[in-house]
């Protein structure tokens, strides 16, 4: 009777172990797939930012393109104007030294 009680007790144990040795691999494949996953999302948030970089990336040439054409246009615009002035300036100037010169 002892020893059925002990084979008993020895089978309960061994079969404690063998359930505990059961958990510890499972709880390792639930760590092991949530680092999975989480290297995953990782990427994928890494992948996103590297599109939305370069997304404005583009869109900022475009806009910098837009920028630098309208600026050449108010440039181009701002020295015809000056040119003109200069241009009627300068005959005034002329007859002014002119003037000076012979008055």
Do not use: H, P, W
């Amino acid at each position: 009777m002892a020893s059925e009680a002990v084979k008993k007790i020895l089978a309960a144990e061994a079969e404690a172990d063998k359930k505990s040795a059961q958990a510890r691999a499972r709880a390792d494949e639930i760590v092991t797939e949530a680092e999975q996953r989480a290297s995953i999302a990782a990427q994928k948030r890494l992948s996103d930012a590297k599109t939305e970089m370069s997304r404005l990336r583009e869109e900022n040439k475009r806009r910098l393109a837009e920028y630098t054409a309208k600026a050449d246009e108010e440039c181009a615009a701002e020295l015809s104007k000056l040119e003109k002035t200069a241009a009627a300036n300068s005959g005034r100037a002329v007859e002014a030294i002119i003037g000076r010169f012979f008055s």
